[in-house]
């Protein structure tokens, strides 16, 4: 089975619990993964709210030496990509792809010359806000949340230029619009579903998917359950109504995972990446295997092939 995910925690949880990247108890460990193949991760250095300014930039570069760290310490199994070539050359030689996202654009701490010493750094996806508010914009968490600053206008146009990808899960609506105004390329939606089945605001209206689709973005579906489920009580199942949903706004080419592994609850029948193949299985009770292929591999490698 292929398997390219968008989002996942699990290198910040490797940093909050000392916990190995090849074998520990979280969601996420390389010798679990790499049941499947070929098989490409991006990684989130995720940035708590409660981090502005300089501790932000300083948290940031902490999770950071972490991953490098597990990057060359299972140097043999997995390979840190910084372009499209590399991404290719990784799977071909079966190993895991490894692409770097911040989670959070507070990890800037306001300055536009961190931008691209993150670039630098190898970062290239960027979710520019979490739930709350930072130097970028509002989050979606954000009471009367308004959109970009003049600051994240700023980032979003560097970020383009510089060849990292905007991700605008977590983004409040207002802010996803001035998105959609500034650029030009296309942009994502690492982890986030359809408002339409499960209401909550960290979903996608359908205007919002619509609008990324047009654009030749891709939507990572989330496996945290307050997202699939209203109310919560999810099941794998409960995957299945997303796709359908996005399907029917034409959306083969634009549906990946963006499973959020480790920094969310995940359905109930579900332990960790070991069990993604049961999705597979799944959803292939409903779906073609050339739509759950592009699901789970297809349309993520065509996405990076084209804009990394
Ligand atoms: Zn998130």
Redesign the pocket.
Known sequence: MKYFDL?CDTITECYLKKAELFDNELHWSLKRAQAYNPLAQVFAIWIPDEYRGESAVRRFEDVYKTFIFQMTKNSDKISFCHNAAELKSALNKNKTAALLSI?GGAALGGKIENLDKAYNMGVRIMTLTWNGRCEIGDGVMVKHAKGLTEFGVEVVRRMEQLGMIVDV??LSEKGFWNVAEVTSKPFIAS?SNSQKICSHKRNLTDEQFIEIKKRGGIVGINLYRGFLRDGGKAFIKDVKNHIEHFLSLGGENVLALGG?LD?SDLPYDMKGVEDISKIYDELLKSFSEQIVNALFFDNAYRFFENNL
Do not use: I, V
Request: hydrophobic share 0%; net charge negative.
């Open positions: 989002h989670e899960s977590h982890h959020d920094g």
